[in-house]
């Protein structure tokens, strides 16, 4: 049984830091994703600019290999 204790403590310790990364997702696409792509992802209609925002409803739709989406998340989309 006491076997086991370091595994607890480290699968605890990465529900923290998924938390804490889920956490800090969520606030960067509140804060630099929402208006353009709406609070669900499903992309805002009203948005009026050259670029339509893309739905993230289906993430199985998307070309974009993860490293692009990771400088798109980093650095903004192309209507920056």
């Known amino acids: 049984m006491l076997a086991l204790l370091p595994a607890l403590v480290s699968a605890s310790a990465w529900a923290t830091v998924d938390a804490a990364r889920i956490a800090r997702g969520r606030e960067v696409y509140a804060t630099a994703c929402a208006l353009c792509h709406g609070r669900d992802g ?26 692009q989406w990771e400088t798109i998340v980093k650095k903004g989309g192309p209507a920056r």
């Open 42 to 67: 499903a992309g805002n209609p009203e948005w009026e600019s050259a670029v339509r925002p893309v739905s993230f409803a289906d993430c199985a739709t998307t070309a974009e290999p993860a490293e």
